[in-house]
């Protein structure tokens, strides 16, 4: 049986449930197609509750800060209280029953299922098709990527989604992968009380931001008691059915937990790519600045490459629905793609690195100011680790780049965002009245810096 309709949207993440959701509020009859929960990774899995792990975590380390501050505080960690807000705040027991409602309130049509493409305007759940006389939307997102070690397809490991779901702190815990999932997580159980080891491949932690934050991060993972293995590689995992066994290059660990956190990979596969022409092979969509992967198709979200980032996705949702519904806006600008790794101190980035913005051929001026030697960052006192570092086209005069760690440092990236965005002038930022004593007076300090490297 086949059915018409406009639209068909497969996989109804943060990106594809703004688009079904957008057209089907602007009169047109949209299929929602979702294998599992409505709403997908961010607010089941990731953004949401993991940053409710951080904020609890966080609250931890300020208690234990305070008697350099304000005097003694008596404190007992209890995973148990934020593994509550989880269930009952975040996820309602991981039942997408309000963000249903929330689309078919729309006048969205939700189909359960897995979508396959049957030819390049229809898409088949199960027994039924849906022809879509406007288009397809593809939305799929991304899963974990397990890397293929000897042992560890046979053991109970975590991925992010069972590191939030869990119910209590683990004893020890051991995590493949220093980037942004396996550093905030890894943080977030020390501070629960977990005995925590990181291995890393590569020579530091965060190996996608600029090498001081990485470094960074390792120097107060190390402070905090969180072991850091860098250049290390897994060989084997086994479990005998209480512990985990790690074996790498430097020696064996053993947890009671292991956590696999070593990237992501789009779901592609059994979409049925080759009906429309594509390659059934590819790692990702390659699509244009409207989000169009060929007549007819478009991709939002983590299948299209441009970041695992829920802001991504529904920043390319807005294009691609102005662009279904003949009313198109700009093409997708990256330039200022902004990311935050919520460790304590936050890691936030946007453009380009100094290295990055050379490999481009740019001739730059970097500008670098440690928090701990600004005003706030003094008054903050104890977890003021940081810095921020700005870079700078100097023959165009703007902003490419920026990294601010430190505390806030994803708010700080704000103001940061905007001028790469902008292409606000160095002179003009330099000249901006910064409210006294923030965290974002960093950034005067920084641009100052940078003029000082002018010949």
């Not at 505080?73 to 148990?80: A, G, H, I, Q, R």
């Not at 072991?227 to 430097?250: I, L, M, N, Y």
């Not at 299948?303 to 991504?312: C, D, E, I, L, R």
């Not at 704000?414 to 002038?425: E, H, I, K, M, T």
């Amino acid at each position: 049986m086949t059915r018409d309709v406009d639209v068909v949207v497969v996989g109804l993440g943060p990106g594809g449930e703004d688009v079904a959701g957008s057209l089907a509020s602007a009169g047109l009859v949209v299929v929602g197609v979702e294998a599992e929960l409505v709403g997908g990774e961010c607010p089941y899995w990731a953004c949401v509750p993991s940053k409710m792990m951080i904020r609890a975590a966080n609250v931890v380390a300020d208690a234990r800060r305070a008697p350099l501050l304000a005097g003694a505080v008596s404190l007992e960690p209890d995973f148990s209280v934020v593994a509550r807000r989880i269930r009952d705040e975040a996820t309602d027991d991981w039942d997408d029953q309000v963000a249903a409602d929330r689309f078919t309130g729309k006048g969205g049509i939700l189909v359960r299922g897995r979508g396959e493409l049957v030819s390049r305007d229809t898409v088949r759940v199960g027994d039924e098709e849906y022809r879509a006389r406007r288009g397809i939307v593809i939305a799929t997102g991304s899963s974990p990527v397990i890397p293929p070690i000897e042992g560890l397809a046979t053991t109970p490991y975590w991925t992010n989604r069972e590191a939030v779901s869990a119910t209590e702190a683990p004893s020890s815990l051991v995590v493949l992968g220093g980037g942004a999932v396996g550093c905030e997580l890894a943080q977030v159980f020390a501070r629960f009380g977990s005995q925590v080891t990181i291995i890393e491949a590569g020579d530091r932690l965060l190996p996608g931001e600029v090498a001081a934050a990485g470094e960074l991060i390792g120097s107060v993972f190390a402070a905090e008691g969180i072991a850091v293995r860098t250049g290390d590689a897994v060989t084997a995992v086994s479990h005998d059915g209480t512990q985990f066994r790690v074996v790498t290059g430097a020696g064996s660990v053993e947890a009671e937990r292991l956590l696999v956190a070593t990237g992501r990979r789009a779901n592609l596969r059994n979409l049925g790519l080759g009906t429309a022409g594509l390659s059934d092979d590819l790692r990702v969509l390659p699509v244009d600045g409207q989000l169009a992967v060929a007549p007819g198709i478009w991709a939002v979200g983590d299948v299209t490459g441009a970041g695992a980032f829920t802001h991504t996705a529904i920043y390319q949702a807005g294009i691609a629905t102005q662009a279904i519904l003949g009313t198109p806006t700009a093409d997708a600008d990256y330039r200022a793609l902004p990311r935050v790794t919520f460790t304590d101190p936050e890691v936030g980035a946007v453009g380009l690195t100094p290295d990055a913005a050379r490999e481009q051929g740019r001739r730059v001026r970097v500008g670098t100011v440690q928090v701990s030697a600004t005003s706030r960052g003094w008054i903050h006192g104890p977890g003021n680790d940081g810095f921020i570092q700005v870079v700078e086209d100097a023959d165009e005069g703007v902003l490419v780049g920026a990294t601010s760690v430190g505390p806030e440092g994803g708010e700080v990236l704000g103001l940061l965002s905007v001028a790469v965005q902008a292409r606000v002038p160095v002179r003009e930022l330099g000249s901006t009245i910064f409210a006294y004593p923030t965290f974002h007076r960093g950034v005067a300090d920084a641009l100052r810096a940078l003029a000082d490297d002018r010949p």
